[in-house]
């Protein structure tokens, strides 16, 4: 069966905002009957079609949309380019006080950034930041002003996470924290 575009129904996209609200749906009456939630069948990943400038009007109506399925190409022969992407993933944030130290342990993506808002402390306050990837710096976060860092972990998704904070400085140094990381399930 075609659609209205000349492309069999299985190769229709759907944008990926769509799809994951599929899963999150699905996973919710799944999470309800105190199941597992359904994996994505294909992996964490989405593709898209890229037509070369001479091609068939199907693979010009397949420009533009994001499939979850590696889409097959319509005709023998084709040339077009078929690009695939990572999922946006949801964030999700920690938020804390800083005033001594902190540890923050979680499972997240392979990428994890970090906010500080200095509330109160002298000209020297700051952070210093470690983590269980081999990481190590001096964050400089004095009252009134903020600071931000990013850190990788070198390896795949799901990344577990274990990040200690401490307040450095004068002994009345107050620092917010944020960190914000993809969501992530193991």
Known sequence: MF???GMPKRMVGISTQESLAKFKKAGAK?????????????GNYYWTVHPKERACETCK????????????????????????????????YING???????????GGDHVKIFFEGISGGLTSGVHL????????????????SNSTSLDASQEPPVHWRIHMVAAGSDNVMINYTLEHEVWSE
């Not at 799944?30 to 294909?42: A, E, G, R």
């Not at 800083?98 to 979680?106: I, N, P, R, S, V």
């Not at 470690?130 to 002003?145: A, P, V």
């Open 3 to 5: 659609t209205g575009h």
């Open 30 to 42: 799944h999470d309800s009957n105190n199941q597992k939630p359904p994996k994505n069948p294909k």
């Open 61 to 92: 109506a397949m420009e533009g949309k994001e499939f979850i399925e590696e889409p097959e190409r319509p005709h023998p022969k084709c040339k077009c380019e078929i690009k695939k992407h990572p999922l946006r993933r949801p964030k999700r």
């Open 97 to 107: 006080p800083l005033t001594g130290h902190a540890y923050e342990t979680f499972t």
């Open 130 to 145: 470690s983590t269980n990837h081999d990481h190590s710096e001096q964050i400089t976060c004095m009252s009134f002003s």
